[in-house]
């Protein structure tokens, strides 16, 4: 990436994405595609390679690509009827992530996600590898709920703080050290899979097949359809790093204050309970909303709400904005954008007949090709919103031609986008690697027997799990 590099080389790489643009302009009409078509893949070429390299901020790049949809035609500043930049940029999504900041700000301020540790490190009786699995169910647990980037920051906080410290364990030395810091941002993005309300991504992935299909994913479908193989993973991803890094045994002290901070019961508190009454009334609405047919986002933007009613008020104003990430929502709305304009402009279809379309490919290759080159293409593709706008609904639309449903798309994709277990330059991985105790050649060692994993399980189990539940 070239955030760090020099303004020379910034400046190249602009300019050379400007300059696939010009030679769009330049080119002849492709049969069967009109100019504003053939501009917003241009644009879609562009962004991904200012994404890639990142020589200005990723939402910085997408707020660009958006200002740029009217100029070529692609979409409308504003209009008597019909889609505009600005109702492709906002949609339920934006308000979903809004929420789930402050949910999770909410949620970081209980003993929680402490208490969870402690309960779990009572069964691993001080064998180091046992200590790693009880520190990846507690992340994975708490991220079936919140967001995989503060989640992956608070528990490579606890265990630096607690069992890391307690042993002495040196940075780029202790084998433990290294294993537990890898295995906390896996188990993040593995929790985040579970459940649409575990990452921004799955919703937003979601928002996109209901407004090109019509199809909603209900929260309790999502969860039949992935928790299981959430769940192998958990296990996959556990067993490659404890294999890989091979952690050395925990010292006598560590052991006995092992047991010392598993015993640790203190009280919750009032704004304890309040929070977790939150969670479990919001949990309890999104599982009935197969039944009730309540709208997932307004069930989280309700709980947003409690947390500010007096008498409750587990969070101030402040520390709500404060949890926000623009960069994200200015991101996913451009994205967003981007990608109504490729739909209205039938891009997308066209790019399915001049390719794909053209191609003696079966059903079967096909599950398997989406299964595994996805994943891949996340490698080099940094931005989870910038793959889910770029790939989804191309894929619904081949998978469409063969009969497949677009639910196991949105699914590989929404999952693709969240979790890279490879790429150690992830949001969740990077705030774990200021801790030095791993290097991006440790995290790609360890992710690739659960890359591998997630692609074999999604080419095999997902689609069969999909049919089952009915799309």
């Known amino acids: 990436m070239l955030k760090d590099k020099s303004v020379a080389a910034r400046i190249a790489c602009v300019l050379v994405a400007i300059g696939i643009i010009v030679i769009a302009l330049a080119l002849p009409l492709p049969e069967g595609l009109s100019f504003p078509g053939k501009m917003s893949l241009a644009l879609l070429i562009a962004g991904i390679i200012l994404w890639v390299a990142e020589p200005v901020p990723f939402a910085i790049t997408g707020i660009a690509i958006m200002i740029s949809l009217p100029v070529f035609g692609i979409l409308p500043f504003s209009a008597s009827e019909g889609t505009t930049v600005w109702l492709a940029w906002v949609s339920s999504v934006i308000f979903f992530v809004l929420a789930s900041f402050g949910l999770s700000a909410a949620l970081l301020k209980t003993k929680i996600p402490m208490r969870i540790v402690s309960f779990l490190l009572k069964f691993t009786k001080g064998n180091e590898k046992l200590v790693i699995f009880a520190f990846m169910a507690a992340t994975f647990i708490c991220s079936m709920f919140i967001s995989d980037l503060p989640c992956s920051a608070l528990f490579a906080g606890i265990a630096s703080s607690s069992i890391l410290q307690i042993e002495g364990a040196e940075p780029g030395k202790s084998r433990f050290g290294r294993a537990l810091m890898i295995a906390i941002p896996y188990a993040a993005c593995i929790g985040g899979q579970a459940l649409p309300s575990g990452s921004s991504m799955n919703i937003m992935a979601m928002g996109m097949l209901e407004a090109s299909t019509g199809i909603q994913i209900s929260f309790l479908d999502w969860a039949v359809i992935c928790t299981p193989i959430a769940l192998v993973l958990l296990f996959v991803a556990y067993f490659s790093v404890v294999v890989v890094h091979k952690p050395d045994p925990l010292s006598p002290n560590t052991l006995e204050r092992i047991a010392?901070?598993?015993?640790?019961?203190?009280?919750?508190?009032?704004?304890?309970?309040?929070?977790?009454?939150?969670?479990?009334?919001?949990?309890?609405?999104?599982?009935?909303?197969?039944?009730?047919?309540?709208?997932?986002?307004g069930i989280a933007l309700l709980a947003l709400v409690l947390c500010f009613v007096p008498g409750i008020e587990v969070l101030s104003w402040d520390e709500f904005v404060e949890s926000v990430s623009w960069n994200v929502i200015l991101l996913i709305g451009s994205v967003q954008a981007l990608a109504g304009g490729i739909r209205q402009q039938g891009s997308a279809s066209w790019f399915l007949q001049a390719s794909i379309g053209k191609l003696a490919v079966g059903t079967g290759l096909l599950v398997v090709a989406t299964a595994v080159v996805v994943p891949l293409i996340r490698l080099f593709i940094p931005v989870g919103p910038a793959l889910i706008g770029t790939t989804l609904l191309p894929l619904c639309m081949i998978g469409d031609a063969f009969g497949i449903s677009p639910v196991f798309f949105t699914i590989v994709v929404a999952i693709s986008a969240s979790t890279s277990f490879a790429n150690g330059l992830e949001s969740a991985s990077m705030v774990v690697h200021k801790y030095n105790y791993w290097t991006l050649v440790d995290y790609f060692k360890s992710g690739i027997i659960p890359t591998i994993a997630l692609m074999i399980l999604h080419a095999t189990v997902l689609l069969p799990l999909v049919t089952m539940m009915g799309y």
Do not use: Q, R
């Not at 640790?264 to 009334?281: Q, T």
């Open 260 to 297: 010392e901070f598993s015993a640790n019961k203190e009280k919750f508190n009032a704004l304890d309970w309040k929070v977790l009454a939150i969670f479990v009334l919001t949990f309890g609405l999104w599982l009935g909303s197969n039944w009730t047919g309540w709208d997932l986002t």
